[in-house]
């Protein structure tokens, strides 16, 4: 070994250094956590790798920190909404940091009948926002940045997309119970320069009314929408900006279609909401 050839620490020194015990040093080798080299019977480590290691573990707490800020900003949005602070915790009973916070992030979105989650990365950590009645209402300030990836990687684990992934655009889905019924929840992920954004859709059935006559319609309009849900060819146009009701009044319209001898086939994107007696495809 040459003057310029770094030194190389023993099994001893690498656990007098991190103070663990040999049990501990041993599993963290087999693990893969601790990298070294074996000469013979005995084990050399550089001091690069030792260090390596104990950036990890400050980023990791770091991280940890994080995450349990945001999952307390959560908790504390909820319980603000009128949840009393023991059914929060049943909530999240048996979670770890991070799914809590998924769960509450829908949750508190859901309770404020918001259709959809933006999580967009800023300079000093994640902001949310939820889009209520068309608008888009900023949920308290940013989340931590040191909360911001393992929160993105959570979703995409519960939406089952590649976690391992961060410069492509996905699409992937989850439910959660909510209030006693299954909430879907449709996820759509953009990569951008500061991380990725994400978008939650909250396809919530009870939300979606199908009665024509009680989308609140001028009864002149009325009128004319029937009519011409009525006739056998044409187009029908609805459009407006997110959170308006666009699907909502579109099952209320093939709500009043259907009836027996009339066979109605839908290519939708997604299915929102399937009715009886119909055949509705999702575009693939």
């Known amino acids: 070994m040459s003057d310029s050839d770094p030194p190389f620490l023993s099994a001893t020194d690498v656990q ?3 103070g663990i015990s040999p049990a501990t040093f041993y599993r963290w080798v087999r693990d893969g956590r601790l990298k070294g ?8 480590f550089t001091q690069a790798a030792i260090d390596a290691l104990l950036r ?11 995450l349990g800020e945001a999952l307390d900003h959560l908790r504390g949005r909820v319980i603000a ?23 509450l992030l829908v949750e508190h979105a859901l309770s404020r009948q918001a259709s959809d989650v933006h999580l967009a990365p800023v300079a000093d950590g994640l902001r949310v926002q939820e889009r209520i009645d068309g608008r888009l209402v900023e949920v308290g300030p940013p989340l931590p940045e040191a909360s911001r990836r393992e929160l993105v990687r959570g979703i995409k684990r519960w939406a089952g997309l590649r976690t391992e992934v961060e410069s492509l655009p996905q699409d992937g889905r989850f439910f959660i119970e909510h209030d006693a019924r299954k909430v879907d929840v449709r996820v759509s992920l953009f990569p951008t320069g500061l991380g990725e954004s994400l978008t ?12 024509l006559d009680r989308l609140g319609l ?9 009519q011409a849900t009525e006739r056998s060819h044409g187009v029908l146009l609805v459009n407006g900006p997110a959170g308006c009701g666009k699907s909502t009044t579109l099952y209320a319209l093939l709500n009043h279609r259907r009836q027996a001898g ?13 009715l009886d007696g119909l055949l509705q495809a999702p575009v693939s």
């Open 16 to 18: 007098d250094q991190l």
């Open 37 to 44: 080299a074996r000469v013979g019977r005995r084990w050399q």
């Open 56 to 66: 990890d573990d400050a980023g990791d707490a770091q991280r940890r920190a994080g």
């Open 81 to 103: 909404l009128g949840y009393p602070p023991e059914k929060v915790g049943t909530m999240i009973d048996g979670m770890d940091d991070v799914d809590g916070a998924v769960q």
């Open 200 to 211: 939650l859709r909250l396809l919530d059935p009870q939300r979606m009314t199908v009665d």
């Open 218 to 226: 001028l009864p002149e309009v009325l009128g004319a929408v029937r």
């Open 262 to 274: 009339v066979k109605i086939m839908t290519v939708e994107d997604p299915v929102e909401l399937y």
